[in-house]
């Protein structure tokens, strides 16, 4: 076994750090757009509407249930097939929808677990003082289940970001992509996935300090 | 929280819209960028023997080349859905394609190799000593098809992978991986990996472009395919194989 090319691997850096943007970007825009259409399916699951219910089950269930890679397939090969308008979607965008809607199933019964998790007494609270069910959601229980949530969200965020990795299946050609794409060239396997390895702790330890932040924001309320 | 749905929606749809704007005369080609030599990426650019190619397509159509990089695994979809227009990508006629997609004439001739770790190459000098073993190709290439068509293919193991075949090779993980013979000599020259040829090359291959089969598609592909006969009667393609592979592997085989 001979010696690790740190040359190589110096020169590496640089090639792979300009992805950092796409692949932060696709996360981030996906987190977002999942924390919405989760909130919305764990506050359902709460409430329990008739027949939105048994859509939301459904939902969840397939997104749950099938592999994101299959999904993004479906999605971004299969479908254009039967609806042609539907090529029209480019490969961020499908990654970024298939990653919202993999992760918001997931996302929406740690939401609905945090919103069962609000002491029952908040909710009478509410409720005595005329609250509607929509303002006491909205006011009292879903501020206090952000708090109860927010570790095990940024621990989706977290797996979302590694996600973003499928992406090169859809042509998208993000960090991962890049990387298999170099390693292609040069031989130098271990190296390349070395240096992405790192990329990619570094940027998760990096949000692990924002989670602390956060945290120490959302405690603030219960400080005495 | 809307506000931040609404910026998400605008990226989104601007992002569509930046990528959707393709003119007719723009020629989409996929490639996995992960074959060496024909195509792959040093620094950030992408080169090769099948980008050569295609650039030289591009000048000869007056066509506007783009080349869309994906998993190997992604590009039949991407083709079948209009996402790209042609595969540069070594991809083999067969029957089952033939029938699926529209080739060009082949512009590379090559045979399937079987390649083993060094030191190996007693034991497995060609495709009958492959029974009990366990060999490696890539998944969704033809490779996987000729080994099942072997009289002894009920006694090999075949894996396929997504990439890195010749490094499980190396290391040990499987006995031998297939491929074809000109990037399989390439690939040996090129790399550290201590790997070498086992035996001749065990069937022929005729690689060319697939197009889909509707009017516009078809169009395109008589023009690519002229291109490639001007490019081939000029010496063009002859001259891009010598600069990559010091061998001409687009000669038509021996009548």
């Known amino acids: 076994m001979q010696g690790l090319d740190l040359a190589y691997m110096l020169g590496l850096v640089p090639v792979l750090l300009s992805y950092v943007p796409l692949t932060l970007f696709m996360a981030v825009v996906a987190m977002a757009l999942a924390l919405v259409l989760a909130s919305f399916l764990a506050v359902e699951r709460v409430l329990r509407i008739p027949v939105l219910d048994q859509l939301v089950v459904l939902f969840i269930s397939f997104f749950r249930g099938t592999p994101l890679l299959v999904q993004l397939f479906l999605f971004y090969y299969g479908l254009p097939q039967v609806l042609s308008v539907l090529t029209q979607i480019d490969g961020v965008s499908a990654a970024i929808m298939g990653l919202t809607l993999h992760f918001s199933a997931y996302m929406a019964e740690s939401i609905r677990a945090a919103i069962l998790g609000v002491d029952r007494s908040q909710w009478e609270a509410a409720q005595s003082i005329g609250m509607t069910r929509g303002q006491m959601m909205r006011r009292i229980v879903l501020p206090q289940a952000a708090r109860i949530a927010a570790p095990t969200l940024v621990n989706y965020f977290i797996d979302m970001i590694k996600g973003t990795s499928l992406a090169f299946t859809l042509g998208v050609t993000e960090m991962m992509g890049a990387t298999q794409k170099e390693a292609a060239g040069s031989f130098l396997y271990f190296e390349a996935f070395l240096v992405v390895a790192v990329i990619y702790w570094i940027l998760v330890e990096a949000l692990s300090l924002v989670q602390r932040l956060l945290e120490t924001h959302l405690i603030k309320a219960y400080a005495r | 929280m809307m506000k931040t749905l609404a910026w998400a929606a605008a990226a989104a749809a601007s992002l569509t819209a930046a990528s959707s704007a393709f003119a007719s005369d723009t020629l989409r080609v996929g490639m996995s960028g992960g074959y060496f030599p024909f195509t792959f990426v040093r620094q950030d650019v992408l080169q090769g023997f099948e980008v050569d190619v295609m650039t030289a397509v591009a000048e000869e159509t007056g066509l506007e080349v783009e080349f869309v990089t994906m998993s190997f695994s992604g590009l039949i979809g991407a083709l079948e859905s209009d996402r790209i227009d042609t595969i540069a990508n070594q991809i083999t006629i067969t029957p089952e394609r033939s029938a699926k997609f529209a080739f060009t004439q082949p512009y590379v001739i090559d045979g399937a190799q079987v390649v083993v770790k060094r030191g190996n190459e007693a034991g497995i000098a060609g495709p009958e000593d492959l029974t009990g073993k366990t060999v490696a190709v890539n998944l ?116």
């Open chain 2, 140 to 255: 969704g290439s033809n490779f996987e098809e000729l080994l099942r068509n072997l009289p002894n293919a009920d006694e090999i193991e075949i894996k396929t992978y997504e990439a890195n075949i010749a490094q499980d090779t190396a290391l040990g993980r499987v006995d031998a991986f297939v491929m074809d013979r000109v990037s399989s000599a390439q690939l040996i020259q090129e790399s550290p990996l201590p790997l070498t040829l086992a035996g001749a090359p065990f069937s022929e291959i005729r690689n060319a472009l697939p197009f889909r089969q509707d009017d516009e598609s078809l169009a395109l592909r008589d023009r690519v395919d002229a291109a490639l006969s001007t490019l081939r009667d000029n010496g063009k393609l002859a001259e891009i194989s010598q600069k990559w592979f010091g061998t001409d592997i687009t000669a038509t085989a021996a009548k």
